[in-house]
């Protein structure tokens, strides 16, 4: 009988499942809506229930699952598995680790979702097996995992590797969700890159192919690269701050590999290169000799195996 980790991705929108081997291969991966209504009281069941309904399409039993892997969207408390605060599910000091353990009969682990997708990208992805890796992903937001020796950096309450949140613009900064100005998730995500293309938009009449049709941040990276000047103005502008908030990052952790993941990171070989300059103007050159900076492969699917990594971990697999 084969058996299996479950790893889990929970996010605003949608739960992201699946069964993986213990050799980090996926077996089935599936995902269903992420019922938020009541303060996401119907969560952890759905989830249970799920479970038990994929393992009979799939003909198994609930003896072949060894331990489930979960990321959520928040900081966790590590020895618990509780989710200090997850603002779009609804959850405050959420025991989910207590909760999802009674609901499924199986140990659990919890984790931050950018933690997990972290350790997928080192286990299976980009990271290449690497011990010593930092990991950042561009969306809507900026989330960030700092891996050392091959165990998550926590930190003494569950924020540890939050790279979004490292402060670029000392002053004058636009406002962050945190309830800071000035931090990186307001220059290099999506949201970031739309709102600095605006401002520059508005402040003068430079021609740019961006004037006139919907500004997102895959069309400021698609007009660079076709060579419109203000595109790359703007790319070399974002790619800055984050070239040197990773190299501030990778001074304190002397990474192997630095992975960038997120809807942003689809702009591909030219926000790398962008970023690498930048990186290796501000990082320590012994550090910078040692880092290597790629793209996340693994797509959505980062999330689940990172989970299942951390299912591996607490079944001993």
């Not at 069964?19 to 249970?48: C, L, M, Q, Y």
């Not at 097996?129 to 930092?134: K, N, S």
């Not at 590797?161 to 945190?178: F, I, K, S, W, Y």
Request: hydrophobic share 45%; aromatic share 4%; with cysteine.
């Amino acid at each position: 009988m084969q058996q299996w980790l479950v790893g889990i991705d929970l996010g605003g929108t949608t739960i992201k499942m699946a069964f993986v081997t213990t050799s980090g291969d996926i077996v089935h991966k599936w995902e269903i809506p992420t019922n938020i209504s009541n303060r996401g009281e119907h969560i952890v069941a759905d989830i249970a229930r799920s479970l038990d309904e994929t393992l009979v399409k799939l003909n198994a039993t609930k003896e072949q699952l060894l331990a489930i892997g979960i990321g959520a969207p928040g900081p966790v408390q590590e020895e618990t598995g509780t989710l200090y605060e997850a603002i779009n599910l609804g959850w405050t000091n959420y025991p989910l680790k207590q909760q999802l353990e009674a609901a499924t009969m199986l140990p659990v682990a919890v984790d931050n979702d950018a933690n997990i997708a972290a350790l997928g990208e080192m286990w299976k992805g980009a990271g290449g097996g690497a011990r010593h890796l930092l990991f950042v992903t561009l969306g809507t937001g900026v989330g960030g995992g700092v891996i050392s020796n091959g165990t998550i950096v926590r930190g003494t309450n569950g924020a540890g590797g939050e790279l979004g949140h490292m402060t670029m613009v000392v002053d004058g900064g636009a406002p962050c969700n945190c309830g800071k100005t000035g931090c990186l998730e307001t220059i290099a995500s999506a949201t970031g890159i739309v709102r600095i293309t605006n401002e520059k938009l508005a402040a003068d009449e430079q021609p740019s192919v961006l004037r006139g049709g919907e500004v997102t941040a895959k069309a400021v990276f698609d007009a660079a690269k076709a060579g419109d000047p203000l595109a790359l103005q703007i790319v070399d502008e974002v790619t800055h701050y984050l070239g040197l908030a990773l190299a501030n990052a990778a001074n304190v952790t002397n990474p192997e590999k630095i992975v960038i993941g997120g809807g942003v990171s689809k702009a591909g070989d030219i926000l790398v290169e962008h970023v690498t300059t930048h990186f290796r103007r501000f990082a320590f050159p012994r550090v910078a000799a040692g880092a290597e900076i790629a793209l996340a492969t693994l797509g959505n699917d980062a999330g689940v195996i990172g989970g299942a990594w951390l299912a591996k971990a607490l079944a001993g697999a």
